[in-house]
T-cell receptor, first 114, second 114 residues
Framework: DAKTTQPTSMDCAEGRAANLPCNHS???????VYWYRQIHSQGPQYIIH???NNETNEMASLIITEDRKSSTLILPHATLRDTAVYYC???????????????FGKGTKLSVKP | DAGVIQSPRHEVTEMGQEVTLRCKPI?????LFWYRQTMMRGLELLIY????????DSGMPEDRFSAKMPNASFSTLKIQPSEPRDSAVYFC????????????FGQGTRLTVV
C-alpha cells in the first residue's frame, strides 16, 4: 500500500505556481520523499527527492515540513506541458530487499489551464 | 544514453497465446522494475530485480506471469497463456541501487489481448 495521501485533482492557471501537497504522516527517519509525474501515455518521469531539507532543481522545488509528515511540490511557473498525474512516494534511504520498490499511489491529476 | 528501451511498443494478441515483453535497462544500472498500469488499478509493481536477481515478485499476479533477467542488459516479462484481463500498459524501469538515485522508465508496451 502507498504510504502517502494526495488530493485527487488540482487545477492551476498557466504561468502561476502549482503547489501540490502530500501527506506522509507515517514516514520514518530513513525514508526519502520522491516525486514523479506521468504525462498522458508516457512512462513516469522523476522530478525531485529529498530527506528533510528543502530541495530545488531545474524542474521544481520540494518543501518538507520540519516534522517530515508532509511535503509540497512546487512548480514555479506552470505551463500547459506540466499537465500530468503527480505521484508522491516514500522510499528508504538505504534499501535492500523489497524496500527498494517504488510503490505508486493514485497521485494528483494536475490540470494547467490557459 | 537512449534510456530504458522497451519492445514492442504495441502488442495485440489472441487469448491463450504467449506474449513476451522485452526491456533493455540503462547501462550501468543494477536495479530493474516491471510495472503494469490499468485505469482501474493504476501503476502496480510486478517484480523487482537487483543485480539480475529477483528480489520481490509478490506483485506478479499469478503463475501465468514470469520474468527473467539473464544479464544486466536485458529482461523479459512473459505471459502464458494470455487473457483479456492482462490488457494493460507494461512499464520497465531501471535505477542504480548504489545511492538515492531516481528510476528511469521506458515508454511502455501497450498490450491488448482479444
Amino acid at each position: 500500500d502507498a504510504k502517502t495521501t494526495q488530493p485527487t485533482s488540482m487545477d492551476c492557471a498557466e504561468g502561476r505556481a502549482a503547489n501540490l501537497p502530500c501527506n506522509h504522516s507515517t514516514i520514518s527517519g530513513n525514508e526519502y520523499v520522491y516525486w514523479y509525474r506521468q504525462i498522458h501515455s508516457q512512462g513516469p518521469q522523476y522530478i525531485i527527492h529529498g530527506l528533510k531539507n528543502n530541495e530545488t532543481n531545474e524542474m521544481a522545488s520540494l518543501i518538507i515540513t520540519e516534522d517530515r509528515k508532509s511535503s509540497t511540490l512546487i512548480l514555479p511557473h506552470a505551463t500547459l506541458r506540466d499537465t500530468a498525474v503527480y505521484y508522491c512516494i516514500v522510499r528508504p534511504k538505504n534499501y535492500g530487499g523489497s524496500q527498494g520498490n517504488l510503490i505508486f499511489g493514485k497521485g494528483t491529476k494536475l490540470s494547467v489551464k490557459p | 544514453d537512449a534510456g530504458v528501451i522497451q519492445s514492442p511498443r504495441h502488442e495485440v494478441t489472441e487469448m491463450g497465446q504467449e506474449v513476451t515483453l522485452r526491456c533493455k535497462p540503462i547501462s550501468g544500472h543494477n536495479s530493474l522494475f516491471w510495472y503494469r498500469q490499468t485505469m482501474m488499478r493504476g501503476l502496480e509493481l510486478l517484480i523487482y530485480f537487483n543485480n539480475n536477481v529477483p528480489i520481490d515478485d509478490s506483485g506478479m499476479p499469478e503463475d501465468r506471469f514470469s520474468a527473467k533477467m539473464p544479464n544486466a542488459s536485458f529482461s523479459t516479462l512473459k505471459i502464458q497463456p494470455s487473457e483479456p484481463r492482462d490488457s494493460a500498459v507494461y512499464f520497465c524501469a531501471s535505477s542504480y541501487r548504489g545511492g538515492n538515485t531516481e528510476a528511469f522508465f521506458g515508454q511502455g508496451t501497450r498490450l491488448t489481448v482479444v
